[in-house]
């Protein structure tokens, strides 16, 4: 079964590759992951070969346990190959990360000119980006508003998926879905946010970032995003994947361009995202500066409790320039490290060398004299 989309070109090359070379094994192709399966009402898997699903999206949580249930159910041997890390948790299914948004534009973030810094305390220092409206972006943004001095920072979050919710409590419980309560010394501050239908300097439309073409993010971070990144050193990276929309629930890590844009602008990261996006990218060999930044949220399991001690943990570096400037300076050497790290990363996926993944794919499926 094959969903593509668009610019999926060298995923869809590795995903043929194993299908030329094991026809007999049951494969499929989902380019817009969970979207793809959630719509499939007849089963995935089957036990008398072996399964291989290429996703190149995120899933969700009844995706997951959809999948898992199939698996047990009929002892199927599966290998999931995806954009997400530690997706399901069962040592039944086999995983590897392939990169999803992370790698989508490769050759294009490769090409990227360089991009010029000049800090000014006359200007914000740090940024806190999001283009798609969602509850958790919200919560996030109050957080932020709470702890942070929004003169010093640029930070832009639509707030209009929010109205509902008349108060953080009811946006945390019955928007985002989560257990937990947040800190009712907040509810003023998400009052202030929700008197506007979104922040920042600029409103960023969808139908803006749609007439680049489908997931174009690396000409919308030349056009609209490269001015931002001039004056800042600081980034709230704001990732798609905070809990499962649809239940609350735990979701695995997930990479996009969000940490791309970060990455290649020289900016320290701060996460938003998902339980252990940090040490996920630490294990990658990318430096997130623990000297400096405090990443203790990343092994918190409560997504409520995860978020604001990311912000809260770290109001020096976000209200005071100075010491951001400092910070940023001294670590100036590691930030261009962390960006020629992923220039290498994205080199080699383009070009289909040094990807444990396809070693993976190699030794476990195909013959060793016959590479990918």
């Known amino acids: 079964m094959i969903h593509r989309r668009p610019g999926d070109e060298r995923f869809f090359e590795i995903y043929q590759a194993c299908v030329n070379k094991n026809p007999n094994n049951n494969m499929h192709f989902f380019g817009h992951g969970a979207n793809n399966i959630d719509n499939i009402d007849r089963d995935l898997l089957t036990a008398d070969k072996p399964n291989i699903i290429f996703s190149l999206d995120l899933s969700h949580h009844k995706t997951r346990q959809r999948i898992k249930k199939e698996v047990s159910e009929k002892q199927a041997e599966l290998w999931w190959i995806g954009a997400e890390y530690d997706v399901f948790g069962d040592e039944a299914i086999k995983e590897s990360w392939w990169g999803g948004e992370f790698f989508l534009q490769a050759n294009e973030y490769i090409n990227l000119p360089e991009i010029t810094k000049e800090p000014s305390n006359k200007s914000p220092h740090w940024i806190s980006l999001t283009l798609g409206p969602r509850h958790s972006r ?8 709470h702890y942070a001095d929004l003169d010093k920072g640029e930070m832009r979050v639509k707030t209009h998926m929010a109205k509902p919710y008349n108060s953080l409590n009811d946006l945390v419980a019955k928007g985002c879905k989560w257990n937990t309560p947040p800190n009712t010394e907040m509810e003023a501050t998400y009052a202030k946010v929700l008197t506007r239908p979104w922040w920042g300097t ?14 174009n993010n690396a000409t919308n971070f030349e056009q609209y995003l490269r001015h931002l990144y001039r004056t800042t050193m600081v980034e709230i990276v704001n ?5 499962d929309e649809e239940t609350g629930n735990r979701a695995p890590v997930f990479l996009t361009e969000k940490i791309t844009n970060s990455i290649h602008a020289l900016n320290i990261p701060i996460v938003c ?18 000297g400096h930044i405090n990443h203790e949220y990343d092994d918190e399991e409560d997504s409520t409790i995860r978020i604001e001690k990311a912000i809260k943990d770290n109001m020096k570096i976000l209200n005071d320039y100075n010491f951001a400037k400092k910070v940023w300076e001294t670590n ?6 962390n960006k020629d790290l992923l220039k290498s990363l994205l080199h080699n996926f383009a070009n289909g060398k040094n990807i444990p993944m396809l070693d993976d794919i190699n030794e476990f499926y195909l013959a060793k004299s016959t590479q990918i």
């Open 273 to 290: 995202g998902a339980k252990h996006t940090v040490k996920f990218l630490e294990s990658m060999g990318f430096d997130c500066f623990r």
């Open 332 to 337: 100036y050497n590691a930030l261009k490290k």
């Open 138 to 145: 919200v919560y996030s943004s109050t957080c932020l508003m």
């Open 239 to 243: 990732e798609t994947a905070i809990a």
């Open 202 to 215: 600029q409103r960023f439309l969808w139908q803006t970032y749609n007439q680049l073409g489908h997931c």
